[in-house]
C-alpha cells in the first residue's frame, strides 16, 4: 500500500531544510538543482513542491514568520498572568536571535529578487500575523505591538554585524527594563507602573548630564523655597495718629 504523504507537512520540511542555504548563501547564489541536492531530494520533487526559486523564497518567508508567530503563541496559551507570559517571550526573543537575522536575510532578498507587490503581501501578512498575535498575547495596543516588530527587524539587521549573541542579548534585556513598566505593572497599579517608568527614564533613557542639571535645578528651587518659608518677616511700623 503506498504511503500517504501528507502535502502541506512536506512542503514545511522542504522548506526548512532549506532555510540555511537561502539565509546564509543568498537567493543568487544558489539554484534549484543544487538546493535539491542539498536537502535530498530530486530536481522534479522540488518544482513539484515550488515552480520556481522566486516562489520558495516567498512560501518560506511566509511559513517561517507564522510558525514563529504560532510557536509563542501556543507557548503563552496556558499562562494566565501577563507578567509571566511576558517573562516566557522575552526567553523567547532571545531563543529564536538566529531565526530572527535569517527572516531579515530573507526579507532583503526578497525585496531585491522579486515582484514588489508580491513581497509587500508577505511583509505584510508577518507583520499583521506578529502585531496582533503579541497585542492579544500581552495586552497591549496595536500600536504598541508594531512597534515592537519594528524595533526587532532593526536589532535583527543589526546583529549582522556581531559574532555571538551577546549584544543581540544585551539589546532584548534593555528592552526588557523599557517594556516592562507599561506592560507588566500598569495592569495591576498604574502609578506603580508610573513611578517605575519614571525611575528607568531618569537611568536609561536620559542624558546623564541633562538629568543632572534637571536634579540640581530641583535641589536650587527646594532650597530658596525653604529660605523664603524660614526668612523672618518686617512687621511694618503703625503710623501715630
Known amino acids: ?47 513539484h513542491y515550488f515552480p520556481s526559486k522566486e516562489n520558495m523564497l516567498a512560501e518560506m518567508i511566509a511559513w517561517i514568520g507564522d510558525k514563529n508567530v504560532e510557536e509563542y503563541i501556543q507557548r503563552t496559551s496556558s499562562i494566565e498572568s501577563i507578567k509571566d507570559r511576558f517573562d516566557m517571550i522575552v526567553d523567547f526573543w532571545k531563543e529564536k536571535s538566529e531565526l530572527y537575522e535569517n527572516i531579515v536575510l530573507l526579507a532583503i532578498d526578497m525585496y531585491r529578487n522579486t515582484d514588489i507587490e508580491q513581497w509587500k503581501a508577505v511583509y505584510s501578512f508577518f507583520s499583521e500575523r506578529y502585531t ?57 497599579d498604574m502609578e506603580k507602573a508610573a513611578q517605575n517608568f519614571k525611575k528607568v527614564t531618569r537611568t536609561f533613557l536620559m542624558n546623564s548630564l541633562v538629568t543632572e542639571k534637571a536634579t540640581m535645578a530641583k535641589k536650587i528651587k527646594s532650597t530658596r523655597m525653604k529660605k523664603a518659608e524660614t526668612k523672618p518677616k518686617k512687621v511694618k511700623a503703625k503710623r501715630k495718629a
Open 132 to 188: 496582533a498575535g503579541m497585542s492579544e498575547r500581552l495586552n497591549i495596543s496595536r500600536q504598541f505591538a508594531r512597534s515592537i516588530f519594528i524595533y526587532f527587524i532593526g536589532l535583527s539587521f543589526h546583529s549582522l554585524a556581531f559574532d555571538g549573541d551577546g549584544e543581540y542579548n544585551k539589546q532584548i534585556d534593555f528592552l526588557d527594563t523599557i517594556f516592562r513598566p507599561p506592560i507588566v505593572d500598569a495592569p495591576e
Open 1 to 47: 500500500m503506498p504511503k500517504i504523504v501528507n502535502r502541506n507537512e512536506y512542503r514545511q520540511k522542504l522548506l526548512e531544510k532549506s532555510l540555511y542555504l537561502f539565509s546564509r548563501k543568498g537567493y543568487h547564489n544558489i539554484n534549484m538543482k543544487e538546493i535539491a541536492a542539498e536537502i535530498g531530494v530530486s530536481t522534479g520533487t522540488l518544482y
